[in-house]
């Protein structure tokens, strides 16, 4: 199935001078502010909405950005229709990216939560299971196969870059894919059990957790942010996880909660992984 390319979101100004806008045109209008295309990315049962940055240049190496859980419940008894980040952080991080970047989203996320093959298990108890998974490897293995003309380029490094739930995905992610040369996240959530105990939440009994896998391999670098302002998830919930990496830095930002103060961080981590050896 070829991928849909869509012209940046100029007719979703006009819907929002009419009303107020959704999560997902939010997301929409923010990446075309930003130079990005949308994208579906055909998954595993699922489509995958997604937004595409070239880059300034040619590259080999894939950045590809994953976002939070964004909005799974309304209330704690309520599920939400559509689970979709009311602000996508990670969207706004990828425009310090130089590198050709890919935000891909999840199942059912930026507006598709009515397709057929959606359930609300999708983004409540196994929004880190299988199914999850599955649709995203083979959603990133397809844009690997064939990506837009624009980017004029074979991706043979990927990394892999998490915000909260998405840095969850990210780690358990990274060992489906040899090409993974580097992994980092943004307040993520690496233990799941002791983050849903935290908060006495419904434990996500269909999900995994990147705290029960094994180490990711030596080869694969890491850095791992905390915010020191993080009642989500404080970085005692993330550095028991970290230390037990094999090639990971573990960095604590001093002026960042869960959402807000990670733009400098992030600019960091982007020229720490830049400057990589290959």
């Known amino acids: 199935m070829p991928f849909q390319l869509r012209i940046p979101c100029v007719f979703v100004l006009l819907a929002l001078l009419a009303g107020c806008a959704s999560a997902p045109q939010k997301a929409d209008r923010l990446a075309a502010e930003f130079g990005f ?29 994953l976002e ?8 704690p ?14 969207l706004r991080l990828m425009r310090h990216d130089t590198k050709p970047a890919l935000l891909l989203g999840r199942p059912c996320y930026f507006g598709l939560a009515r397709q057929l093959a959606c359930s609300a298990e999708l983004w409540t108890s196994a929004r880190y299971g299988p199914r999850v998974l599955d649709s995203l490897s083979r959603a990133l293995r397809n844009f690997l196969q064939n ?12 990394g892999l870059f998490g915000y909260s739930g998405g840095g969850a995905l990210a780690m358990l992610l990274a060992p489906r894919f040899p090409e993974t040369y580097a992994v980092a996240t943004v ?6 059990t002791d ?64 959402f807000n103060g990670w733009d400098e961080a992030w600019q960091w981590t982007l020229s720490y992984l830049n400057g990589l050896a290959r």
């Open 187 to 192: 307040a993520g959530n690496l233990n799941v």
């Open 77 to 90: 008894t309520v599920i939400s229709p559509d689970p979709t980040p009311r602000k996508p952080l990670m």
């Open 147 to 158: 990506p837009p003309a624009a980017s004029e380029a074979t991706y043979t490094r990927i």
């Open 195 to 258: 983050w849903t105990t935290l908060h006495r939440y419904s434990a996500l009994a269909a999900s995994f957790n990147p705290a029960d896998q094994a180490p990711l391999p030596r080869n694969i670098a890491q850095v791992h942010w905390a915010g020191a302002k993080d009642d989500n998830l404080p970085p005692s919930i993330i550095q028991p996880v970290v230390a037990r990496q094999h090639n990971a830095i573990f960095r604590i930002e001093e002026n960042a909660d869960h």
């Open 37 to 65: 295309t949308r994208l579906i990315v055909p998954g595993e049962g699922f489509e995958h909405i997604a937004y595409f940055s070239p880059g300034t240049g040619p590259s080999d190496t894939l950045h590809v950005y």
């Open 68 to 75: 939070g859980d964004g909005t799974p419940w309304l209330t």
